[in-house]
């Protein structure tokens, strides 16, 4: 079936670094990926929608500057955290879409990104 | 505006017994397709069940089967003869319109404990 890989599955780093996380669609293409937060015992919060070769859609309350999406190519997308600091810790979680748009199609989620701000 | 709503924050259930996860939705979009995802404590997104605004039947996966009732908006996920395995987060999603390119939504989400 459809597989998604999402990478690195964690991160630890010091405060200020920017950390890219990639997504990317193993077997179909992705016109549409989106990008989701998920706090501790929280529920997936959607924060962009990623098109292919075009600017994300930002969810309100996300902040474009501080999460940078990229979706360059068919398979891929990437979500950049710039400058990151501890309140930016979280699990980050992509999934993607495939071209057919049927609407029975699930979204193909990765596995997850946890990142950790020291 | 959309709205999914878990009301269950979390469930004890026997091994073996059936269990139902409720939610409940809120749409005025006429086309609509409703999902459940079930997130172990490893933490990736599993695929369980979909349901469209339209079937006109309940769908069924496996263990997994999906209560609808359009007129109460509501689809409750039942899952017959529980394992151990099911131990989980359950959450119900909804995808505005009849596209695989519209965003989902998800629920707060049920925890799922089965005793062995």
């Known amino acids: 079936g459809a597989v998604v890989s999402q990478h690195p599955s964690r991160v630890i780093c010091k405060s200020g670094t920017s950390v890219k996380i990639e997504c990317r669609s193993l077997?179909?293409?992705?016109?549409?990926m989106f990008w989701y937060r998920q706090f501790p015992k929280q529920s997936l919060m959607l924060m962009a929608t990623s098109n292919e070769g075009s600017k994300a859609t930002y969810e309100q309350g996300v902040e474009k500057d501080k999460f940078l999406i990229n979706h360059a190519s068919l398979t891929l997308s990437t979500l950049t955290v710039t400058s990151a600091h501890p309140e930016d810790s979280s699990f980050y979680i992509c999934?993607?879409?495939?071209?057919?748009?049927?609407?029975?199609?699930?979204?193909?989620f990765g596995d997850g990104t946890r990142l950790s701000i020291l | 505006a959309q709205k999914i709503t878990q009301t269950q924050p979390g469930m004890f259930v026997q091994e073996k017994e059936a269990v139902t996860l409720d939610c409940t939705y809120d749409?005025?979009?006429?086309?609509?397709?409703l999902f459940w995802y079930k997130q172990p404590s490893s933490g990736e997104m599993i695929f369980l069940i979909y349901?469209?605004?339209?079937?006109?039947q309940n769908a069924t996966e496996g263990r997994y089967s999906l209560n609808f009732q359009k007129a109460r908006k509501s689809a409750n996920l039942v899952i017959s003869a529980s394992q151990l395995g099911d131990s989980a987060m359950y959450f119900c999603a909804m995808r505005r319109f009849y596209s695989s390119a519209s965003k989902i939504i998800f629920g707060s989400g049920t925890r799922l404990s089965i005793r062995p």
């Open positions: 077997d179909f293409q992705a016109t549409t």
């Open positions: 349901q469209g605004s339209y079937d006109q």
């Open positions: 749409t005025s979009d006429p086309s609509y397709g």
């Open positions: 999934s993607a879409s495939g071209t057919a748009g049927r609407s029975n199609q699930p979204q193909h």
